[in-house]
């Protein structure tokens, strides 16, 4: 498996398909493997890279909290490492975060944003101070109680026993330091409206219909803050669409993707944010 060798870490990452390179970043507290039935079947026209961020999966980690700055820093080298000046950016959830941060730090390496099921705000009291018991526990208890209490909001009322397992052990699996510092840095994450409201590019709002974290009423009030915006909400799925109806997932990647290289070569020359 390909990695970017940093400074104090090592940053593994999957890289899959051909066609219009798109970043998709995983939520919390999971791992490039989230997205197990794109990498089985990458969206057709898509090249997709996807990081393991720093201490999930394979990649290594760094000391104190994890914030989402950081990780978008580690795009950034993986970027640079693989000779992409730009890429469609997407992520997940807390890989949402991430997302907003890289498109504040450099909006013209993001040539299109894609959210899906994640938030523009930031934390308010009472959430930063359950981010810190969150780490406080994965720390005390380990990776197994966290997503034993996450688990049951993670996925719609129909998803199978099968995913519901196989996502048990893929949280499971993660190193409960990586949660500890992930929960922190969460905990960090500013408001990004103004970053949502100043992209230039395109962006695509993905949520499933019954995710109760991060509602499409939350997808929605972003749509509304987005220049050029295109929400799809997917029905039959909760918070991780990704895994819960990957078909329909796949399409809505696939049509902004091609709606995106449409407009491209429309465009006039100096008329793209492409650097
Ligand atoms: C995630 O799926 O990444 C988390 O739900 C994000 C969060 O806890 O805010």
Same mark, same amino acid.
């Given at each position: 498996?390909?990695?970017?060798?940093?400074?104090?870490?090592?940053?593994?990452?999957? $890289?899959?398909?051909?066609?219009?390179?798109?970043?998709?970043?995983?939520?919390?507290?999971?791992? #490039?493997?989230?997205?197990?039935?794109?990498?089985?079947?990458?969206?057709?026209?898509?090249?997709?890279?996807?990081?393991?961020?720093?201490?999930?999966?394979?990649?290594?980690?760094?000391?104190?909290?994890?914030?989402?700055?950081?990780?978008?820093?580690?795009?950034?080298?993986?970027?640079?490492?693989?000779?992409?000046? #730009?890429?469609?950016?997407?992520?997940?959830?807390?890989?949402?975060?991430?997302?907003?941060?890289?498109?504040?730090?450099?909006?013209?390496?993001?040539? =299109?944003?894609?959210?899906?099921?994640?938030?523009?705000?930031? $934390?308010?009291?009472? =959430?930063?101070?359950?981010?810190?018991?969150?780490?406080?526990?994965?720390?005390?208890?380990?990776?197994?109680?966290?997503?034993?209490?996450?688990?049951?909001?993670?996925?719609?009322?129909?998803?199978?026993?099968?995913?519901?397992?196989?996502?048990?052990?893929? *949280?499971?699996?993660?190193?409960?330091?990586?949660?500890?510092?992930?929960?922190?840095? *969460?905990?960090?994450?500013?408001?990004?409206?103004?970053?949502?409201?100043?992209?230039? =590019?395109?962006?695509?709002?993905?949520?499933?219909?019954?995710?109760?974290?991060?509602?499409?009423?939350?997808?929605?009030? *972003?749509?509304?803050?987005?220049?050029?915006?295109?929400?799809? %909400?997917?029905?039959?799925?909760?918070?991780?669409?990704?895994?819960?109806?990957?078909?329909?997932?796949?399409?809505?990647?696939?049509?902004?993707?091609?709606?995106?290289?449409?407009? *491209?070569?429309?465009?006039? %020359?100096?008329?793209?944010?492409?650097?």
């Amino acid at each position: 498996m390909p990695h970017v060798t940093l400074e104090h870490h090592t940053l593994y990452f999957e $890289d899959v398909g051909s066609g219009e390179p798109m970043v998709l970043l995983h939520g919390f507290p999971l791992s #490039s493997q989230s997205f197990w039935p794109q990498l089985e079947r990458p969206p057709a026209g898509v090249r997709l890279l996807l990081p393991d961020h720093r201490g999930f999966g394979r990649s290594t980690g760094t000391r104190g909290p994890l914030t989402m700055e950081q990780i978008a820093s580690d795009v950034l080298a993986l970027l640079d490492a693989t000779g992409l000046p #730009s890429a469609v950016l997407g992520g997940v959830s807390m890989g949402g975060y991430a997302a907003l941060a890289l498109t504040r730090m450099a909006p013209q390496r993001v040539r =299109g944003l894609v959210l899906i099921d994640t938030q523009h705000l930031a $934390d308010d009291a009472a =959430g930063r101070e359950r981010r810190e018991r969150v780490a406080q526990e994965a720390e005390r208890d380990g990776a197994g109680l966290i997503a034993q209490a996450m688990g049951p909001r993670l996925l719609a009322a129909q998803a199978s026993p099968e995913l519901r397992e196989r996502l048990h052990r893929l *949280m499971s699996a993660q190193a409960p330091e990586a949660i500890a510092a992930a929960s922190r840095g *969460m905990a960090l994450r500013r408001d990004a409206s103004e970053v949502l409201a100043s992209y230039p =590019g395109p962006t695509l709002m993905v949520v499933g219909a019954e995710d109760p974290i991060t509602p499409p009423a939350t997808a929605r009030a *972003m749509a509304a803050l987005a220049r050029d915006a295109t929400l799809e %909400v997917i029905e039959g799925a909760g918070h991780l669409p990704n895994l819960e109806q990957p078909e329909l997932f796949g399409a809505v990647l696939e049509a902004f993707c091609a709606r995106l290289q449409a407009t *491209m070569m429309t465009q006039p %020359v100096g008329g793209s944010h492409r650097p």
